[in-house]
C-alpha cells in the first residue's frame, strides 16, 4: 500500500506522521522541538523538519507528503531565495501600531470585505507594515513573501537559496486566507494592500486548490498544505455545525461554513477552510498556558491542579482571573495584563484560583462562540482538542461554561492527519 507524509510545523515543534494511504492508519511518527520565541529564524524550522522526517523513517518510501503549519507568520525573502530577517510569529504583537495604522488606511469594514479579515498584530500584513516603517532596508530586499508551510514546502521540494526559483512558492486558500492581503470570497491577491503594507509588490504564492498538487525534485507528488486550524478541521472530519475549541499555545474557536463570513468588527476572522468551504476563526492569545502558570504558581502538577479545580464550585466563590497574561487578540487588547477579582477572605482559597483559571480560559474561548452566533453559524456540537484538552477539570467544566454538548476526539496529531488527507487525495 501507498504510504504518505503529513506535517505540522507548529509554533512549538514539528510533528511528521506517515499514514497508510489505503487504511488511513498511522505507521510511524516523528518530531522536533522547535526555538521559543516570537521571532524565529526559519532555518531552525528547516532543521526541525528533516529531523522529525528522519525519525520517522525518512521520505524514501513516502508517494506524496503535504505540510501544514502555524498561520500568519513573515517569511520574506531576497531576490536570491535567502530569509531576508527572522521571521515574526503570529503571537509578535509589536506590529499592532501598524495594524491600527492600516485600519485608518482603508477602513474596519472596507478591509473585512476585501479580505475577510479586519487587521490585527498577528496577521502577515501587518508585520509586512512593522518591516516597511522600522526596517525599511530589510523591506526593500524583499522579493518575495511566504508564510511558514509555503517556505518550508518549497525548501522540501528542493529549492532554496542554493535553488532561487521563487515562481515555485505555493500555497492554499487557508493560508492564504490569514495573510490579510488575499480574499477568500474571490479567490485573489489583493495587490493594492500588499504594497499598502510592504511599500511595493513582491512575489506571492501560487494559491492552490483543495485538489490540486506540485511535485518534488523526486516525482513525489505534493499536497497544498494548510493553516494549522484548517489542517485541524480537515484531520477532524469537521463539518458545518461542528465548532471546534482547541486550547493549545494559543486558544482558538472556528466553525466549517459554506458561506464566506464578514466580520467588520474584527472579532472573527473570515478565513477559507483546506476543503473549498469557511472557517470564520476567533483566536485568543491565552490559553493553556493559563493553566500552565497557575499549577506552578500554586506548585502542582497538572493532575493536583485538575483535582483543585473540581474541589471548588463553580463560579469559583466570585473570584475571577481575567487571564490576559500575554495581551489579548481577542478582545484586540496587546498590551493587556492580567487581573484577579474577587478576592476575599472567603474566595481567596487555592481550590477556587484554580477554578478561576479554568473558568476565566474557557470564558475567553465562549465569548468566541457567542462571535460566531452572532454572525448566523449554526452551531451544534464543540469538538475540543489540543493539550489543554487533556485536563480532567478542563473537559468537565467545559459543557456549561461554552453552552454546547463538548465531544473530545481521541488525542492525535490533528494538523498533520489532515496534511496527510491531502497528500492521499493527491496520489495518483
Same mark, same amino acid.
Given at each position: 500500500m501507498p504510504l504518505v507524509l503529513g506535517v505540522d510545523s507548529s509554533t512549538q515543534s514539528c510533528k511528521a506522521v506517515v499514514v497508510d494511504g489505503a487504511t488511513g492508519a498511522v505507521v510511524r511518527t516523528g518530531r522536533a522541538a522547535h526555538p521559543d520565541g516570537t521571532s524565529v529564524d526559519p532555518e =531552525? %524550522? %528547516?532543521r526541525a523538519l528533516?529531523? =522529525?522526517?528522519a525519525e520517522a523513517g525518512s521520505l524514501d518510501d513516502i508517494a506524496a507528503w503535504s505540510v501544514g503549519g502555524q498561520q500568519h507568520g513573515l517569511v520574506a525573502l531576497d531576490a536570491q531565495g535567502r530569509v531576508v530577517r527572522d521571521a515574526l510569529l503570529w503571537n509578535d504583537t509589536r506590529s499592532a501600531g501598524a495594524a491600527a495604522d492600516?485600519?485608518?488606511e482603508f477602513g474596519a469594514a472596507a478591509l473585512a470585505v476585501r479580505t475577510g479579515l479586519v487587521p490585527v498584530a498577528s496577521f502577515t500584513i501587518t508585520k509586512l507594515r512593522w518591516l516597511r516603517?522600522?526596517?525599511p532596508e530589510n523591506a526593500a530586499r524583499v522579493a518575495a513573501v511566504a508564510l511558514p508551510h509555503d517556505w518550508l514546502t518549497w525548501r522540501l521540494r528542493g529549492f532554496g537559496p542554493e535553488n532561487p526559483m521563487l515562481d515555485e512558492l505555493v500555497t492554499d486558500r487557508s493560508d492564504a486566507s490569514g495573510t490579510g492581503y488575499w480574499n477568500p470570497a474571490t479567490g485573489e491577491y489583493d495587490r493594492e494592500l500588499l504594497a499598502a503594507a510592504l511599500g511595493h509588490d513582491a512575489i506571492l504564492p501560487r494559491v492552490l486548490g483543495p485538489d490540486e498538487w506540485v511535485t518534488d525534485a523526486d516525482g513525489r507528488r505534493v499536497g497544498p498544505g494548510a493553516g494549522d486550524n484548517a489542517g485541524a478541521a480537515l484531520g477532524l472530519g469537521a463539518q458545518p455545525?461542528? =465548532? +471546534?475549541v482547541s486550547i493549545g499555545t494559543s486558544g482558538t474557536v472556528f466553525a466549517v461554513s459554506r458561506e464566506p463570513v464578514n466580520d467588520p468588527e474584527g472579532t472573527v476572522a473570515g478565513f477559507a477552510d483546506a476543503s473549498g468551504l469557511f472557517l470564520p476563526l476567533i483566536a485568543t492569545l491565552n490559553a493553556a498556558r493559563v493553566v500552565d502558570v497557575t499549577a506552578a504558581l500554586l506548585g502542582v502538577d497538572h493532575e493536583e491542579f485538575s483535582d483543585l479545580a473540581l474541589a471548588a464550585a463553580p463560579g469559583a466563590g466570585g473570584l475571577t482571573l481575567l487571564p490576559y497574561f500575554e495581551g489579548e487578540r481577542t478582545p484586540n487588547l496587546p498590551d493587556a495584563t492580567a487581573t484577579l477579582s474577587g478576592m476575599t477572605l472567603a474566595s481567596t482559597t487555592r481550590e477556587n484560583l484554580a477554578r478561576a483559571a479554568v473558568e476565566g480560559m474557557l470564558r475567553g474561548l465562549g465569548a468566541g462562540l457567542d462571535a460566531l452566533r452572532a454572525l448566523g453559524i449554526p452551531l451544534e456540537r464543540a469538538l475540543l482538542i489540543g493539550g489543554g484538552a487533556q485536563s480532567e477539570a478542563v473537559r468537565r467544566i467545559a459543557p456549561p461554561v461554552l453552552g454546547?454538548? +463538548?465531544?473530545?476526539?481521541?488525542p492525535g496529531?490533528? +494538523? =498533520?492527519l489532515g496534511a496527510a488527507r491531502q497528500a492521499i487525495a493527491a496520489l495518483p
Open positions: =531552525a %524550522w %528547516w528533516q529531523e =522529525a522526517i492600516l485600519i485608518d516603517d522600522h526596517e455545525g461542528d =465548532a +471546534v454546547l454538548p +463538548v465531544e473530545l476526539p481521541e496529531e490533528y +494538523v =498533520a
